[in-house]
Structure formats: C-alpha cells, structure tokens
C-alpha cells in the first residue's frame, strides 16, 4: 500500500519561530511533491512544490527534498498566526498517481 | 478568489435522489480531478479528466459518474448514494496535461454534500 505519511499534531510553534514540517513516502519512483495548506472549513491552496533534490525556497517558505531518504519537509520561517493551518503534504508518483497525506494541524502561537 | 468555482457549495439528498455537482475552471487547464474529503482521513482522488479524456478512475462505486464536456467544465454526477457517502467534494485543476509536469493543483471550494 503506497502511503504519505505525516505528524497529525498540533504542532505548536512561537509567532517568529521556524516551523518545521515533514512527510515521508513510500514510492521510490515518486516524481513531484507538493504542499498545500488548509484553514478550517476551506480548500487546500497550493503553498510549493519541489521535484529536484535539495532546498527550494519561496519567501518565507523552504521545501526540502531528500528522494534517498524519501522524505520532504517545509520549513515556514517568522511564523505567522496566519499559517496556522492544516499542512497537507502530497506526492505524485511514478504511475502518476497523486496522494496526500492525512495533514499536519500546525498553530502559531502569538 | 479561486479560478475553480463548484456548484453548489451545500447539498443535503436522500438515498434515491439524482443530483449533480458543477465544476468550472477560468484558468485555461488541462486537467480536471474530482477530490473526496472525509473527516479523519486523507484527501481521496477519484477521477481524472486530461484534455477532456478520463484517465484515471480509483476504483470509485458506479454511484458516482464524472462527465467532462469540455476543458473548463466537469460534473459529478450522483444516484443512489449512502450515508458515508456524505463528504466535502473537491474540484481541481491544473495546468499540465495528466502525465506531463508537475500537475500542481488548484482546487475550488468544494461542495459539502450529506446523504440522509
């Protein structure tokens, strides 16, 4: 069974903090990875995505990708109340499925 | 404001009742996904439509029927559904024909559907 796996929480984090989010996969041949955000009672919105090994950084926002170890992390630098959310990780894989994980509820303490 | 908007936002039905669920993209995409959303339990992809053809179908109950008429506008359509049937139902789409790209999604605001 191909999963996504991530931290349900909350993680709680200090307004200005680092947050740190990860999520691990089980396809190997999995191609694209993404990160979606999810306020309560609202859609998800894409917040990145990464396909190559190594750092991508966006604004505030750092994604992560180590296909060895088969995980991905996002990194959310001077944390905001406004990113408490629920953090959804999910994987395109090599038969071009696309699978989310459960999501990680992250709050921003201010 | 999304460019993926669904109709309707709420709907309540009874077990053999026939409606439909509306979904438009403004974005110009090449793909559209149906997404069910249930409490405690991941997003689930249910069909795929890329350049109007269905691609993909995970294993959803005959209950459910997509239609994709054209490149900006996919139904759900629903007959005869159960209780557990009663989610938040996902529209996306994306950029990248199925297959090609990264296919990052867009996705509107779905539809809060409860089945008596």
């Known amino acids: 069974q191909k999963e996504v796996e991530q931290n349900s929480g909350p993680l709680s984090v200090p307004e200005g903090a680092i947050a740190s989010l990860n999520c691990t996969y089980s396809d190997r041949g999995s191609q694209s990875f993404f990160w979606y955000r999810q306020y309560s009672g609202k859609s998800p919105e894409l917040i990145m995505f990464?396909?190559?090994?190594g750092d991508k950084e966006d604004g505030r926002f750092t994604a992560q990708l180590n296909k060895a170890s088969q995980y991905v992390s996002l990194l959310i630098r001077d944390s905001q109340p406004s990113d408490s959310a629920t953090c959804l990780c999910?994987?395109?894989?090599?038969?071009?499925?696309?699978?989310f994980g459960k999501g990680t509820r992250l709050h921003i303490l201010p | 404001e999304t460019g993926v908007t669904q109709t309707p936002r709420h709907l309540v039905m009874g077990m053999t009742n026939k409606k439909s669920l509306k979904c438009e993209q403004h974005l110009g995409h090449n793909a559209m996904y149906w997404y069910k959303q249930s409490a405690k339990k991941p997003l689930e992809l249910m069909f795929v439509?890329?350049?109007?053809?269905r691609v993909e179908n995970n294993s959803v109950p005959s209950r459910f029927s997509p239609e994709c008429p054209n490149s900006s506008h996919l139904f759900l359509h629903l007959h005869t559904l159960q209780p557990e049937d009663s989610a938040l139902y996902l529209c996306a789409s994306s950029q990248d024909p199925w297959g090609s790209g990264s296919n990052e999604q867009f996705f509107g605001p779905g539809t809060r559907l409860t089945v008596l």
């Open positions: 439509y890329s350049l109007e053809e």
């Open positions: 999910a994987v395109k894989e090599r038969d071009d499925k696309i699978i």
């Open positions: 990464i396909y190559s090994n």
